[in-house]
């Protein structure tokens, strides 16, 4: 299941002349001691080893997502509102949220965002 699921990240180039976004594959980073260059200034990153876990982390909880697949359509979140609650499908649920984690990179706080294409077009249907 993994080489089928492409989880998309980018952040802000900490150099403080550079600011341009850094993309790269999760699924590629966490599986080769990869090396991820800034698209504009070439710096180069190589996460920590504690940086390094707590990707490897979330790219678990990715792929426990995934391999709950077949039950998520009878999957809801409830909301309370005023007046009772709304039960959303936890399919639709996931496709309107946007995944992103902070963390610390060379002093600097650094948002991590995700986006993770579905293992399949009917995935979200």
Known sequence: MRDKIKC???????????????AFNLMDAMEKDSQILCPSCHRPYEFEQGLKDKLGKLLKLILAVREAESILGDCNVSVSVPGGSVKIPYPLLLTRLNTLISLDMGGKKVEFHFRIEPTSP???K
């Open 8 to 22: 998309h990240v980018d952040f802000v180039c900490i150099e403080p002349d550079c600011k341009a976004p850094v």
């Open 122 to 124: 009917d995935t979200f």
